[in-house]
């Protein structure tokens, strides 16, 4: 019996949720929330119960990838110091994966997030770009440098 409570999903009267993430931290209307807890299908290339990463959909570099908290983060507006080493985690996953994705220049690379309102999903997540020398015009313009709608993880 305790088995099958398990791995059943928790409802409440905004969520429902697989039962390995708490309600409080799960949004249901959120695609990255769902993508964590694998329902869309989307590839995992890394996951490890805190944080996750997976291709971009609309990719601006050659390597474009997304590094999201599984607990629900609105978004970079909503962090504080506390969230610091979260965010150095995201940037190691993000180094990782591109590593792991056959990029050894480091210094042609770009890590951020999108200020709100210029974020189009509401849950924290850190812009990995690779090659930045082979990123075309708008997307440099997208995920510019000390623009106000695209900050490094160091701001």
């Known amino acids: 019996m305790a088995e099958d409570q398990s791995s059943a999903s928790v409802q409440t009267s905004h969520t429902t949720k697989p039962s390995s993430v708490p309600a409080e931290e799960y949004d249901k209307k959120c695609i990255f929330c769902r993508i964590v807890n694998n329902e869309m299908g989307t590839e995992l290339l890394h996951s490890d119960g805190d944080i996750s990463c997976f291709k971009d959909i609309k990719p601006g570099a050659p390597h474009h990838y997304l590094v999201v908290p599984t607990k629900h983060i609105g ?10 080493p979260l965010v150095k985690q995201m940037v190691d996953v993000g180094k990782d994966v591109l590593q792991k994705n056959n990029v050894t220049d480091l210094t042609d690379v770009r890590f951020g997030f999108h200020w709100p309102p210029f974020c189009s999903v509401t849950h924290l997540h850190l812009h990995v770009l690779a090659p930045v020398s082979q990123m075309g015009f708008m997307s440099r313009l997208i995920y510019r440098l000390n623009s106000y709608w695209f900050v490094t993880q160091q701001q």
Do not use: Q
Request: charged share 30%; proline share 0%; with cysteine.
């Open 75 to 84: 978004n970079c507006k909503s962090l504080n110091k506390e969230h610091v």
